[in-house]
């Protein structure tokens, strides 16, 4: 008898032993995001084309466990640069002459995630946008639509980046390099001349680099 009731305590003991050293694993949760809706205010204030502001909306979708789909949509107007010429040069003060400027973006990436779970973490991304802008000249409610400048960008780059997304908030940020296709045209009563734009630009020929963030909110 006794040795059996030491048997039982022995057991207790080795069993009360062996569970304290088993600790519960507890994994946090993370909530799946499938969207998410991004902007830039600071586009706001200077475009993707000089005189221009850019109010731009980017929505991207989860496609696949590490990969996602992000379109950008834009429209182009009048940013403050403009607005202070217009405002300060005697010519057009005396003349009341104004700018019109009218234009759009379309950007389409295809993002593939390397660490974690889509739309969260680091990731590549082949990227195009295309934008449009046509500047026209405005003397009171007259607009001279059939001569103005028109610039044309198209870019293809490669983009690395991470996005943050934290109580339903996404930052993400991103740099790349790429190839730049830009022109800009005079259209004088349909007939089309060439402006010769290279001091436009901080690097020359068609290189391309990209340097940005999108804050948004994610679901």
Not at 6 to 12: A, K, M, Q, R
Not at 70 to 93: A, R, T, W
Not at 192 to 213: E, Q, S, V, W
């Amino acid at each position: 008898m006794i040795k059996t009731k030491l048997f039982i305590l022995g057991f207790l003991v080795t069993v009360s032993l062996f569970a304290q050293e088993i600790k519960p694993t507890i994994k946090p949760i993370v909530l799946s995001t499938n969207y998410t809706i991004k902007t830039n205010p600071f586009a706001m204030m200077l475009g993707p084309f000089i005189y221009t502001s850019e109010y731009r909306i980017a929505i991207e979708n989860k496609t696949a466990q590490k990969q996602s789909v992000q379109i950008g949509f834009s429209y182009l107007g009048k940013n403050s640069l403009m607005k202070s010429i217009e405002e300060n040069d005697s010519l057009y003060k005396a003349n009341n002459y104004k700018y019109a400027v009218r234009g759009f973006r379309l950007q389409f990436s295809y993002r593939f995630f390397l660490d974690e779970e889509a739309p969260r973490g680091a990731y590549f991304s082949p990227h195009v946008s295309f934008s449009n802008v046509n500047i026209m000249l405005r003397q009171n409610s007259n607009v001279y639509r059939d001569n103005y400048i028109k610039g044309t960008y198209i870019n293809y780059a490669g983009l690395f980046g991470y996005q943050i997304i934290q109580n339903s908030v996404a930052f993400d940020i991103f740099m790349g390099f790429g190839y730049r296709d830009n022109r800009w045209v005079e259209v004088d009563n349909n007939q089309t001349f060439p402006i010769d734009d290279a001091d436009l630009y901080y690097f020359k020929k068609n290189f391309k680099m990209y340097f940005g963030f999108n804050a948004g909110i994610a679901f």
